[in-house]
């Protein structure tokens, strides 16, 4: 409780958060069972963090606990750290975040996932699926650890798909290890191309249409895999390219994009979802060589990863002509 309310003891220190992790990975297998593989994919370039080392703990041990129970059998943990930064359009479309550039430190499972009922609530006190086995204190501790430490989480889960929790720490005030200066020129404009952005997140939906509009490029938007193709198949002009979400009810973005494929023979594709690479790869959902974008994105990664898409179209047909 304390740890929720923010006023839990710590003691600080500037830490390499990929160090610290590597070096609860034999207590977290053990924590797990031989059952479930434990895999780890740290960051090269990850900037250090100023945080207390127990608290690391603490949110890698509740949260390879509830991954373990989310498992029935045989499974898959995988932790990972990232460089992210935020930037205000992605701020804007989500309370409560702070435009800047952190650490990022994902927990993902390939279990049984949660409903969106459940996601809204876990990290509620007391809030517990666990019926008598669980205190419903472990994601409420995660959370009031992250937000004590001025960082962010996030949550990305289907049912039957699995669950990732990312978690934004600041990077310390001091740290060299790290810069975003390729991410401060002007953003790639676009052509007047035409886009069929699909996403099933609301939010997420908006601000990609908002972005991509920003950008120049006309915009179809679809909040499901089967609203997608009928507007697809309603819509009398070209379309040049297809963002679809990965992992959505019903049809998964591979799937979609065969059917939209079909009607359009040129249609470029991107690939995006907050479920990191490694573990969309575990599903099988996407091939090798595939284009791929990281949920959250910013306006810079959007921009330049679909004019790295166009352009390598475009040039590739230039070659053939």
């Known amino acids: 409780m304390l740890a929720f309310a923010r006023k839990q003891p710590i003691a600080p220190k500037v830490l390499d958060l990929n160090t610290t992790v590597a070096g609860m990975l034999k207590m977290l297998q053990r924590l797990i069972g031989e059952d479930i593989d434990l895999a780890w994919i740290p960051a090269p370039d990850l900037a250090p963090i100023k945080m207390d080392p127990a608290q690391i703990d603490q949110i890698l041990a509740n949260l390879c606990v509830n991954a373990r129970d989310a498992i ?33 430190l994902s927990v993902s ?5 949660m409903e969106h009922e459940v996601i809204v609530k876990v990290f509620e006190p007391f809030f517990t699926t666990k019926d ?20 962010f989480i996030n949550l990305y889960s289907e049912p039957k798909k699995g669950t990732t929790f990312k978690i934004y720490l600041p990077v310390h005030k001091d740290a060299t290890l790290w810069k975003e200066s390729e991410k401060t020129g002007p953003l790639a404009m676009g052509q007047g191309e035409s886009i069929l952005l699909v996403e099933d997140d609301p939010n997420i939906l ?25 507007r697809a198949g309603q819509h009398t002009g070209t379309l040049d390219l297809l963002i679809t979400d990965v992992i959505m009810p019903g049809m998964n973005g ?12 040129t249609l470029k594709l991107i690939y995006m979802s907050g479920y990191t690479a490694n573990v969309i790869a575990h599903h099988g959902v996407l091939d ?11 306006g810079w990664d959007i921009s330049t990863k679909i004019r790295e898409v166009l352009d ?10």
């Open 254 to 265: 591979k799937e979609l994009s065969q059917q939209l494929l079909m009607l359009y023979p």
């Open 206 to 230: 908006i601000m990609g249409r908002t972005m991509l509009k920003k950008l120049g490029y006309r915009v179809l938007t679809a909040n499901s895999p089967d609203e997608a193709l009928r």
């Open 312 to 321: 390598e179209a475009q040039q590739k047909e230039q070659e053939r002509t």
């Open 72 to 104: 029935d059998g045989i499974g898959q943990v995988t932790l990972e750290t990232q460089m992210a930064c935020l930037d205000s359009d992605y701020c804007a479309q989500n309370e409560g975040f702070i435009a800047g550039e952190y650490a990022m």
């Open 132 to 151: 008598l086995l669980g205190t419903g204190l472990g994601l409420s501790t995660v959370y009031g650890i992250v937000k004590q430490n001025n960082g």
């Open 109 to 113: 499972d390939n279990g049984c996932g």
């Open 288 to 298: 090798a060589g595939v284009h791929f974008l990281q949920k959250p994105f910013t």
